[in-house]
């Protein structure tokens, strides 16, 4: 009988111990993502014009989607928490549908995870970060060229499932915003100075993401 307690206590210590350190995420993992996104953002692009020291404020309200491959890596510092990197190539379309562009997300990600089983995990994350994007236009006869970039800020809320000890995927839903001042502009190869005039376009988003993720 005492054998048999013995053996017991020794089995549930065991599955105990095992339980606790099977998780999705423990501390010192890799996690790296590699997805693709698509999203639907309302933008506002605002101009000001210094004419003889007077500022003359336009603003121009428009949507716009986004299509993205978003590449992730992270370290677990604990495991409720890792910290990572995002880079983020894509391109971006407004309305008039007439524009070759680029568009690159880059910063840094914070995630914590709110539920940490064994093969599915529940994870909110942050991005914060710079943004570039790049609009090339033909109109007129005239061919331009505009460079923004500025900062971008993102909150994501997703599940992850583990399908073997290292491969998994990843659905996230996201929330992004980017402040971007007019850098450069140029008009059939000659570039514009912007001593008197100004520009920033601002966008407010969803995006959803799905993504192949790998365990280390």
Known sequence: MRHAF???AILVTTVLSTSACAQYNTKGT???ALGIAGGAHTTEYETTTHILGIAVTDTEEDGAATFTVPIEGSYAFANAFSLGLYFEPGSYLDSSATES???MLLGIQPRFYLVNSEHFAWMA???LGMSALRIDRSELGAESSARYAGGNFG???GVGFLFSDHFGIQVQARYMATNMPLKE???NGASIALDDFDAVLRTRGVAMQASATFKF
């Open 155 to 157: 909150i994501s809320t």
């Open 6 to 8: 013995y053996f017991c």
């Open 30 to 32: 890799v996690h790296v």
């Open 125 to 127: 994350s942050l991005q």
């Open 185 to 187: 502009y140029e008009v």
């Open 101 to 103: 562009n680029a568009l």
